[in-house]
Nanobody, 121 residues
Framework: QVQLVESGGGLVQAGGSLRLSCAAS????????MGWFRQAPGKEREFVTR???????AYVDSVKGRFTISRDNAKDTVYLQMNSLKPEDTAVYYC???????????????WGPGTQVTVSS
């Protein structure tokens, strides 16, 4: 089992920045690919970004150039730096862990409880 806990969400004005953190425990963190997903009210959970065991990354087009995922294996933590935030980024953000590589939420068996990000216009 892998336990995940997100932090760093909040309310920010459009154009602002937030940094989300996700602390992992329970298994060897470096063995897992980590992903960030988000879910807005009335919408399905969507892939945002992921980072591999070795640091390779992928992003959904809507956040490219604005969001950056990183990981610190010594601290068992993954981060999501979000810049130039837009109202459409408003959602609950979840981190997830997987030993598979892909964007499908079904590939991720471990999830945090989520953290709310609200961007005001």
């Amino acid at each position: 089992q892998v336990q995940l806990v997100e932090s760093g969400g909040g309310l920010v004005q459009a154009g602002g920045s937030l940094r989300l953190s996700c602390a992992a425990s329970g298994r060897t963190f470096s063995n897992y690919a980590m992903g960030w997903f988000r879910q807005a009210p009335g919408k399905e959970r969507e892939f945002v970004t992921r980072i591999s065991w070795g640091g390779g990354t992928a992003y959904v087009d809507s956040v490219k150039g604005r969001f950056t995922i990183s990981r610190d294996n010594a601290k068992d933590t993954v981060y999501l730096q979000m810049n130039s935030l837009k109202p459409e980024d408003t959602a609950v953000y979840y981190c997830a862990a997987s030993q598979a590589w892909g964007r499908d939420p079904l590939l991720f068996p471990y999830w945090g409880p989520g953290t709310q990000v609200t961007v005001s216009s």
